[in-house]
């Protein structure tokens, strides 16, 4: 049994095409699995102001009062995070770039050189992998796909991961995701 957190960052209304999607993923692991779903469309979330609070007055804890720091404990509490999204103009939701964002406080201001470069070192002994379930755009590309995986492959390098899997709707079965997170 594994702990899963799934954040849901598809800005369209509830009911869309996607958000089933997510909710059968949700129902299907939660047979088997302890989940946590996050619908970030559902929670007032505002952006990082980069005031560095969470670094330096209060160590951890942002100082934006915002449904943010419900994500925080099952994120860490979590052996996998799957971050769903359908791709706008290319790149996921800005609702899900927003959470990423936020996500800092649960890093550490210091730095240290891993991978031959600079990246926070952890605030807290363990980190979740990281999986991406997207949904492309009539228009999306091969390339647009890669740029999506590098920027998660950057972001889990600093947040002491690794991106286990990127799974696209177009070309994923519900079966086929279970089966990768079961193998993980």
Known sequence: MMNVTIINGDPDQQGSEFSSLVSSLTNMLSTNHHVWNFDLREMNIRQCTGCWACWWK????????????????????????????????????????TLQDRLIPLLHPYMEIRKGEIHHRKRYPKYPLLS??????????????????DVYNRFAINFHSEVKKIWTTDHTKMEDIRHDIYNF
């Open 58 to 97: 209060t160590p951890g804890i942002c100082a934006i009062k915002d449904d943010v720091p419900l994500v925080y404990k099952p994120v860490l509490s979590s052996d996998l995070v799957i971050f769903a999204s359908p791709l706008r103009v290319g790149f996921t939701s800005a609702l899900l770039k």
């Open 132 to 149: 991406l379930l997207i949904q492309g755009e009539s228009e999306t590309t091969a390339e647009d796909i890669e740029i999506v995986r």
